[in-house]
């Protein structure tokens, strides 16, 4: 079974390195239904093609910053978020961010 398939939560990993910051590396079925993405079209991609641009730009700093300084600001905590829809509307979502090794 893929991590995250058969639930009604859409589920997104990305990479975080010094390499590969915020690359989407598994997305299940439920990102088609929820913002109307195909996974196949995701993977490989950066994270912020899925948030609106005053997001998206700023993103992969915050990123980053976490990196550098492992300060939790967002971990765990669920919250409300917009994001941009395969067909470019912007959809708001839950959005709960969990760190696995």
Aim: glycine share 6%; aromatic share 6%.
């Amino acid at each position: 079974m893929i991590f995250g398939e058969n639930t009604a939560v859409a589920v997104i990993m990305i990479a975080l390195s010094t390499k590969k910051v915020g690359e989407i590396i598994h997305a299940n079925d439920e990102i088609y239904r929820i913002l109307g993405y195909k996974r196949k079209n995701l993977i490989g991609k950066n994270i912020n093609v899925i948030m609106p641009g005053p997001i998206g730009m700023v993103h992969d700093k915050y990123l980053r910053r976490f990196l550098e300084t492992a300060k939790n600001r967002i971990i765990e905590e669920i919250r409300q978020m917009p994001a941009l829809c395969a067909d470019g509307y912007i959809r708001t979502v839950s959005l709960c961010i969990k760190l696995y090794p």
